[in-house]
């Protein structure tokens, strides 16, 4: 999101979302803070989570995330669909925001961290979006807060605790020094050259080497059972009552297809926000008629097995119903019966039943499911004798896995004790972040580890590298000037002290997480 606001950020568009945003989250941050001695609303039925007992009400968790939902869509120019929402988290994003403010908040307090009116006031003039040739303009102050519905004294309480957040973090980064030790070894980072000496082992190229006795293959088939046991098989009669068939004779009131719209409110989503119900009530109304014929057909199905379920008889359940009753041959759970493709519940549920047994109702798209296990075949482990090819194959392969990382395990020994090995070399190269090591790949664990390394030192245990085992060692390491280093150094700390200085704030709010008891309401960022 930010390399795209930098890229344009010359564009009056992201000039206009800037100030959205700033809004945006000064406005979560009073529904967060503006209330309530302990700086949260509570707010009125269910909770997002509390943290050290106070609840984040789902009415301030909604009101943050519809203000990151809508600024993603600003910047996109466009709805964001489901499985772009997915990725970004924007569910977790937004509920981590108020957790971790929470907690800096009451961090702040214990610390004696205040903003006085002077604080904020000079915060709120010193924000482009209310200045006018450069100096803060009253009028245009007011005018964007009324056009963002916020009284000033909102805005002004939120900012406060915008101020107190930032006089806290500040008082974190204040802490953090970058030694000359922490200089140098960034810039030996940055400036020296290596070249390794390496030994590969690939389970591939060794698997020659492995030679397994009968023995063997049944110590493995017993420890692996598991992997070689033949399917659970099931032969089901089952009743389909297709949900449809009810609608035609269902109806839904206004009132009604107004709760369904509210509680599906995110489903009429437009990049303009959400569509009135007058354009989409046709949408609205046969959805909510097909929901409410889908749940008369499981109810009618749920009560006609309970009924009946004692007798275990099908047929008598299909006649009630008015349904035929189906059968399937014996299947797999990979290889269900044909008319049973894609009915990854049903298959779910046939597998759990008792030969005999009635079970369900199971609702899928395809409508009501009530099952009976006709027959069962349960999964067995051959003997040796019969799948010895397989269980050879397998234990084999397993066995190079293991040796090829334990020759990596005595090549790094013996490279850490200078020992003379028969190795590879990579050639000189410099260090990258993306780990790049010329004729090895790239690998950023093995760069950061040889990074700290002088010429002739190994780390004495190998590297995992894709399906290879690596053990190294630094054959040169040419060191940039000492000069260049104490000519460069204040300016080197300056560079690494930001990074540091957000990498401490990071850790600061990590340990008060490992330290508070947070509670979250996994319904409310679940995907499904």
């Known amino acids: 999101m930010l390399s795209i606001i930098r890229k344009q950020k010359e564009s009056i568009i992201i000039k206009i979302v800037f100030v959205l945003i700033v809004l945006s989250f000064v406005g979560t941050i009073f529904l967060v803070w503006g209330r309530g001695s302990d700086g949260m609303g509570g707010g009125k039925g269910g909770y997002a989570a509390t943290v050290n007992g106070t609840r984040i009400s789902l009415e301030e968790y909604q009101s943050a995330y519809q203000r990151i939902r809508n600024m993603y869509q600003q910047i996109y120019g466009q709805s964001i669909p489901p499985e772009m929402e997915k990725t970004l988290g924007l569910k977790k994003v937004a509920l981590d925001g108020l957790i971790d403010n929470l907690l800096a908040m009451k961090e702040a307090r214990s610390l004696g961290i205040k903003a006085s009116k002077d604080d904020v006031a000079a915060a709120i003039e010193a924000m482009p979006m209310f200045q006018k040739d450069g100096k803060f303009n009253f009028d245009q102050y007011q005018q964007l807060l009324r056009s963002n519905r916020m009284t000033a004294k909102d805005y002004e309480e939120g900012q406060e605790a915008e101020v107190i957040l930032k006089k806290v973090r500040q008082t974190i980064k204040d802490k953090v020094v970058v030694s000359d030790a922490d200089a140098l070894t960034q810039f030996k980072k940055e400036n020296d050259k290596l070249e390794l000496e390496y030994v590969a082992y690939a389970p591939s190229d060794i698997i020659a080497e492995v030679k397994l006795s009968d023995a063997d293959l049944n110590d493995y088939l017993q420890k692996n059972a598991n992997d070689f046991k033949t399917a659970e098989k099931v032969a089901l009669s089952y009743v389909l009552l297709d949900s449809s068939s009810l609608t035609a004779n269902t ?74 009753v189906q059968e399937t041959p014996l299947f797999t759970a990979n290889a269900p019966a044909a ?27 395809k409508g009501i499911y009530i099952l009976k296990a006709k027959e069962r075949k349960a999964s067995t482990v051959p003997p040796l004798a019969q799948i010895k090819g397989a269980v050879e194959e397998k234990a084999k392969a397993a066995k190079a896995i293991e040796l090829a990382k334990t020759k990596a395990e005595d090549a790094a020994k013996q490279l850490a004790a200078k020992a003379t090995l028969k190795t590879q070399s990579t050639g000189s190269f410099g260090y990258s972040a993306k780990g790049d090591i010329p004729a090895v790949g790239a690998s950023p664990e093995i760069v950061e580890a040889v990074f700290k390394l002088s ?53 600061w709010v990590k340990g008060l997480r490992e330290k508070a008891k947070i509670e979250i309401n996994q319904a409310i960022i679940s995907d499904k």
């Open 251 to 324: 109806t839904v009131s206004e009132d009604e297809i107004q709760t369904y719209y509210q509680k599906n409110i995110d489903r009429w989503q437009s990049k303009d926000g959400i569509l009135p119900l007058t354009e989409v009530k046709e949408k609205v109304k046969a959805e909510a008629l097909k929901q409410k014929g889908a749940k008369q057909a499981y109810e009618l199905a749920a009560d006609t097995l309970y009924k009946n379920i004692k007798s275990g008889d099908l047929n008598l359940i299909a006649q009630t119903l008015k349904q035929k």
């Open 339 to 365: 008319s049973l493709a894609g009915e990854a519940a049903v298959i779910k549920k046939a597998l759990e039943l008792k030969e005999g047994e009635i079970g369900g109702p199971v609702e899928t798209s």
């Open 455 to 507: 010429a002739g030192q190994a780390p004495g245990t190998p590297f995992k590298f894709g399906n290879r085992w690596l053990a190294v060692r630094v054959k040169n390491r040419t060191e940039a000037p000492k000069a260049q280093f104490d000519a460069t150094k204040e300016e080197l700390k300056k560079s690494m002290l930001p990074k540091k200085q957000e990498d401490a704030v990071i850790e």
